[in-house]
């Protein structure tokens, strides 16, 4: 069965470098999705990216973070200077897009850690 | 704006016995309502969803889910629970925009106990 795959799974950085989480998504999915999950707190959606450009941000989702698709297969998320409020799991997600409602498939995420 | 509220934080509860974990959600707009189990080091996995239809949603192991318009209710509940049921359990709204994303809740963990 198809799935999203994430890498890392894990990592740790120090305050103010930069990272970057790579997500394989489903091969025949046209949307994209970025989500973070702080430990204990709610799934929060940070960016959806659609036919190469972001369609939708939250406020979260501010100048230190991007979004990348640099080829046909890997989407990155990349955070340019860490911050400790930045340690949490992010999700990567994929759909087709081809049903109004449609699932979000979800890779099993990359933990980020910033001493 | 949309929003999801998980009431419970966490759900205690011993294995066979029913459980019900509650969902709220407020739109101006019709929605899709969702759950999504986590279990231990996984990522999300779908459960059931609500599109149109009838109100009362079933999963393959045994959760179901009722959509009450007028309580904008989708609680999802299961007769008798098992120990591999312990897991966190996200309800999610989508309005099925341009961008089909999800609003989640807080999340309820599920600890069935032996």
């Known amino acids: 069965e198809p799935e999203v795959t994430q890498t890392p799974s894990h990592q740790v950085t120090q305050m103010g470098q930069e990272v970057i989480l790579r997500c394989v998504p489903i091969?025949?999915?046209?949307?994209f999705y970025w989500y973070r999950q702080i430990l204990g707190q709610k799934v929060e959606f940070l960016v959806s990216f659609y036919n190469n450009e972001i369609s939708e941000k939250s406020e979260i989702f501010d100048d230190q973070f991007s979004v990348e698709r640099p080829d046909g297969s890997n989407f990155t998320l990349k955070i340019r200077s860490t911050k400790l409020e930045d340690s949490a799991m992010y999700f990567c997600a994929s759909t087709s897009g081809l049903v109004r409602g449609g699932e979000l498939f979800f890779g099993e995420g990359s933990r980020l850690t910033v001493l | 704006a949309q929003s999801v509220t998980q009431l419970d934080s966490q759900v205690p509860v011993f294995e066979e016995a029913p459980v019900e974990l509650r969902c709220n959600y407020s739109?101006?707009?019709?929605?899709?309502l969702f759950w999504y189990v986590q279990y231990p080091n996984q990522g999300l996995q779908l459960l059931l969803k609500?599109?149109?239809?009838?109100?009362l949603v079933e999963s393959i192991n045994g959760f179901e889910a009722e959509f009450n318009k007028s309580q904008t209710s989708f609680h999802l509940r299961k007769p008798s629970v098992h120990i591999s049921d312990t897991a966190e359990y996200f309800c999610?709204?989508?309005?099925?925009?341009?961008?089909?994303?999800?609003?989640f809740g807080q999340g309820t963990t599920l600890q069935v106990k032996p």
């Open positions: 091969s025949n999915h046209l949307y």
């Open positions: 609500y599109l149109s239809g009838s109100t």
């Open positions: 739109s101006s707009v019709s929605v899709y």
């Open positions: 999610a709204v989508s309005d099925g925009g341009n961008t089909g994303k999800l609003i």
